[in-house]
């Protein structure tokens, strides 16, 4: 693959990549779909099998150049480069849309997603009694999780590791949202905000020559959890494109009819109209995170009265769906020019 790659084609890899951040960072929304639609999710899939102990075996041996092409490592790097580049730009981009325009941008993401199905339906073929049932499993799974309550917060690292194992999901099984399943477990705001902007702190500390968070033990526990976390979401990510691979190779019919089936369950989740209930403490106060927002619990959907905002809104879902047919336009494209 790598010999065949243009520098547009590269291009588009981080671009896709920014695509795969922006995705897992909304809660609902899964950043393997987008590998999915734009046609490199097994590659990813394969890819992240080759992070194994042969791989270990060539970094520790010093054979770098051998390490880097066994993994694929410039697939890798410039996808991995374009979610890293999306954490620190298009998601705080969302961020801001989310606050603002927040029916829109669901709806752009509930029309995506419908994309999404047509899109991966319109391939296959094989379906019987097996896939069929496949479906449907995947269908009631994805709409379960949709209508869960959350969990309390709980920062045991045992647990911490578990949410990052779970936390990659999104990465590697499209249609399943790592990140609203951590608010479902009750540790969203704890991984990916209260940790994190611990870890900003202290490499802001530390870069200005104050090491003082050492005796800080709220900072030291924070810090333990977002490793702990990083650890548990390495883990994640080598084991379920180990399993993922395997099962691609000898079930792939039946893992595309559930990963269907996850997709359409995950309209659920995305559904533009709802309102978003936040965490309230005993006395009916708002609960905030480290950061002074409001710690998001999760959401009450209802059916839209037919008004201008409901057609703006439905333009944007067309929108959505559009986004995902060019994607499908250029994945069809850029196979038709590596045969």
């Known amino acids: ?3 065949t790659r243009t520098l547009t084609d590269k291009i588009f890899l981080i671009l896709k990549g920014l695509g795969m951040g922006a995705a897992n960072k909304v809660p609902g929304v899964s950043g393997g779909v987008v590998a999915f639609v734009a046609g490199f999710y097994e590659e990813f899939i394969y890819s992240l099998k080759k992070v194994n102990i042969k791989a270990f ?8 150049k051998s390490f880097f092409n066994y993994i694929n490592g410039r697939f890798l790097s410039l996808l991995f480069l374009g979610m890293i580049i999306s954490y620190f730009s298009i998601s705080k981009v969302l961020d801001y849309l989310i606050k603002y325009y927040e029916l829109y941008v669901w709806s752009v993401f509930f029309g995506m997603i419908i994309g999404s199905i047509y899109y991966i339906n319109k391939d296959f073929k094989d379906w019987n009694l097996k896939t069929y049932t496949s479906l449907v499993i995947g ?24 949410c990052g194992i779970i936390s990659v999901s999104g990465m590697t099984l499209p249609g399943f949202s790592g990140s609203f399943i951590l608010i479902l477990l009750g540790n969203y705001v704890l991984l990916l905000v209260d940790s994190v902007n611990a870890l900003y702190d202290t490499v802001y500390e530390v870069l200005g020559g104050n090491f003082t968070f050492t005796d800080n033990l709220e900072r030291i526990r924070m810090l333990k959890v977002l490793a702990v976390f990083t650890l548990g979401s390495v883990a994640g990510l080598v084991t379920f494109s180990h399993a993922l691979s395997y099962i691609l190779k000898h079930y792939k019919s039946i893992t595309i009819s559930v990963i269907i089936g996850f997709i359409i369950g995950s309209l659920g989740v995305v559904w533009p109209w709802k309102k978003t209930a936040y965490k309230m403490d005993i006395d009916g106060n708002f609960v905030l995170d480290s950061t002074g927002q409001k710690i998001i619990e999760n959401y009450k959907r209802f059916i839209p009265e037919l008004n201008t905002e409901t057609y703006y809104a439905i333009a944007f879902v067309c929108f959505g769906i559009g986004i995902v047919l060019a994607l499908e336009w250029y994945g069809q494209k850029t196979r038709k020019t590596h045969e």
């Open 1 to 3: 693959m790598e010999s």
């Open 57 to 64: 075996k060539l970094l520790i041996n010093g054979r770098f």
């Open 139 to 162: 269908i009631i799974v994805g709409l379960s999780i949709s209508f869960f309550n959350p969990a309390k917060e709980n920062d045991n690292l045992w647990f911490v590791f578990f």
